[in-house]
């Protein structure tokens, strides 16, 4: 399987949601040798059941909170990423 980003533009304002969880060393068994999923930030992809940087985001909207799992190639993509605004 091959997964698109989450489509995340960056990380919520205080507003919108919050950045709940991050593990820079997350690894997700639940996929299969070579399932990859698109890193957040600049669209590679990652082998998601080898260790990356994973979060999780929480989202609010007019119905509740939508969580998200997006991934990322490594610490600096996770870094460009929580930093930027989204306009």
């Known amino acids: ?3 698109s980003a989450e489509g995340l533009a960056g990380p919520p304002a205080s507003d919108e949601g919050t950045i709940v ?3 820079a060393t997350r690894t997700n068994r ?3 040798d070579g399932d990859t999923k698109a890193c957040e930030a600049c669209g590679e992809p ?3 059941d ?3 940087v994973g979060a999780w985001v929480r989202v609010d909207d007019e119905l509740g909170n939508l969580f998200y799992r997006p991934v990322f190639c490594d610490e600096e993509c996770w870094a460009a ?3 930027s ?3």
Request: charged letters at 25%; zero cysteines; hydrophobic letters at 45%.
């Open 50 to 52: 080898t260790e990356h």
């Open 1 to 3: 399987m091959h997964a």
């Open 30 to 32: 639940r996929y299969l």
């Open 46 to 48: 990652v082998a998601v």
């Open 81 to 83: 990423w929580a930093t």
């Open 21 to 23: 969880n991050v593990d």
């Open 85 to 87: 605004s989204r306009e």
